[in-house]
Nanobody
Framework: QVQLVESGGGLVQAGGSLRLSCAAS????????MSWYRQAPGKQRELVGT???????NYADSVKGRFAVSRDNAKNTVYLQMNSLKPEDTAVYYC??????????WGQGTQVTVSS
């Protein structure tokens, strides 16, 4: 079982920045991929960005050039750096990890609100 704890959400003005953290209960070195998703009210959960064990990253078109996913293996933590935030980025952000055996786990989510 993997426990994930997200933090760093909050209220920010449009154009501002936030950094979300997702701390895992154990080593993240063995994870195949770590991802950030978000879900806005009345909408489906969508993939924001992913980082694989080899460091490969990919992003949703809506956040490319503004968001960046990174990982610190020593701290068992994955980050989502969000810059140039827009009101449409308002959502609950979730961390998801996928193990090499394909099991996956979700964090509890952290609210991000961007005011115009």
């Amino acid at each position: 079982q993997v426990q994930l704890v997200e933090s760093g959400g909050g209220l920010v003005q449009a154009g501002g920045s936030l950094r979300l953290s997702c701390a895992a209960s154990g080593s993240i070195v063995s994870f195949a991929a770590m991802s950030w998703y978000r879900q806005a009210p009345g909408k489906q959960r969508e993939l924001v960005g992913t980082i694989t064990s080899s460091g490969y990253t990919n992003y949703a078109d809506s956040v490319k050039g503004r968001f960046a996913v990174s990982r610190d293996n020593a701290k068992n933590t994955v980050y989502l750096q969000m810059n140039s935030l827009k009101p449409e980025d308002t959502a609950v952000y979730y961390c998801k990890v996928v193990r090499r055996d394909s099991r996956y786990y979700w964090g509890q989510g952290t609210q991000v609100t961007v005011s115009s």
